[in-house]
């Protein structure tokens, strides 16, 4: 029966490729240009890839003229995906006890934008006067994974908030076809 030979150490372990490095613009570092494999380590990123299709959402976007049609690195490019249309719970500030979170303060994750900073920035809408409004811009590697939720339903969610979400988990299959067929 043939057995894996146990790796007697790290002897016979490459670092990974010595290639050169590029500056993503959306994690703001310095990243190899290709993977260990010799893929390269660039995707192109474009507009349906960083925000939600609500025209709200769309328009804000334009008023703070962002940057498309570049590349950032397979990570990030996973990063955004996990990001873009989640729901999230307000900042609760630097107080020790901040006013706990309702279902009703719920807002979602709008846009995943570039150019704005030397990183990506993270923009979160919340319903306000009857219309989904920009309220947060948050730099990528400030915002706390803490803060996505995962509902099984609405409850007290805002109905703008709900439906934006809803679409957007309506529209992954297809969003998945176009990037990995
Ligand atoms: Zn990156």
């Known amino acids: 029966m043939a057995q894996h030979q146990a790796n007697d150490g790290a002897s016979n372990i490459l670092a990974g490729p010595g290639v050169s490095r590029w500056d993503c613009p959306c994690c703001g570092e ?8 010799g ?9 349906a890839d ?5 025209a709200p959402i769309k328009h804000a976007v ?6 498309f049609g570049v590349e950032i690195c397979l990570g990030c490019r996973d990063t955004v995906w996990q990001l873009l249309g989640t729901l999230v719970t307000p900042e609760t500030g630097e107080t020790n ?3 706990p979170a309702t279902e ?4 979602i994750i709008g846009a995943v934008l570039l150019g704005l900073d030397h990183e990506a920035v993270i923009t979160i809408f ?28 609405q ?20 969003l998945l076809e176009t990037h990995l067929l």
């Open 155 to 174: 409850g007290d969610i805002d109905n703008l908030v709900w439906w934006a979400y809803q679409a957007h988990v309506a529209g992954l299959p297809s």
């Open 30 to 37: 310095s990243v190899p240009r290709l993977l260990p494999n």
């Open 97 to 99: 006890q901040p006013e």
């Open 104 to 107: 009703a303060d719920t807002a």
């Open 50 to 54: 960083g925000v939600l299709s609500e």
């Open 126 to 153: 919340s319903a306000q006067g009857g219309m989904l409004t920009l309220g947060e811009r948050v730099p990528l590697s400030e915002f706390a994974p803490s803060r996505m939720i995962y509902p099984e339903y």
């Open 62 to 67: 334009r008023e703070l003229a962002p940057r």
């Open 39 to 47: 893929a390269r380590n660039a995707v192109v990123f474009e507009l």
